[in-house]
């Protein structure tokens, strides 16, 4: 039972308005937002050395497996965590996403 993540992320994206039910957020700004998602964006994330989590889900089909681990091995002090999920990695698995999180936390 229960529901899957989509139905859930629905749930939350749907408000009472006074002059009625509607969506929580403007799509036009889902628009510009993908927008930014769209793109190269290596220099941004090679730009920094700090320790870093990446953490995947290992049936997301939004991540997948062989650009996370290009990831990982590109980037100095980055660590790879694939957890037992599909992308929403912290709402599937949250007892492990909260151990890795930790554990990563706890090494630096």
């Known amino acids: ?9 629905l749930m939350d994206a749907v408000r009472e308005h006074p002059d009625g039910w509607g969506l929580a957020f403007d799509p036009q700004d ?9 793109g190269d964006h290596w220099d941004d994330w090679l ?9 995947r889900g290992s049936r997301s089909t939004v ?20 957890l ?3 992308h929403t990695v912290h709402d599937t698995v ?10 990563f936390l706890d090494s630096l």
């Open 1 to 9: 039972g229960g529901l899957g993540a989509s139905a859930a992320y």
């Open 30 to 38: 889902m628009n510009v937002s993908q927008q930014f998602l769209n």
């Open 47 to 55: 730009g920094a050395d700090c320790p870093a989590l990446l953490v």
């Open 63 to 82: 991540l997948h497996a062989e650009h996370a681990r290009r990831m990982a091995a590109r980037r100095a002090r980055t660590s790879l965590v694939e």
């Open 84 to 86: 037992p999920a599909g």
């Open 94 to 103: 949250p007892v492990d996403f909260a151990a890795a999180v930790r554990g």
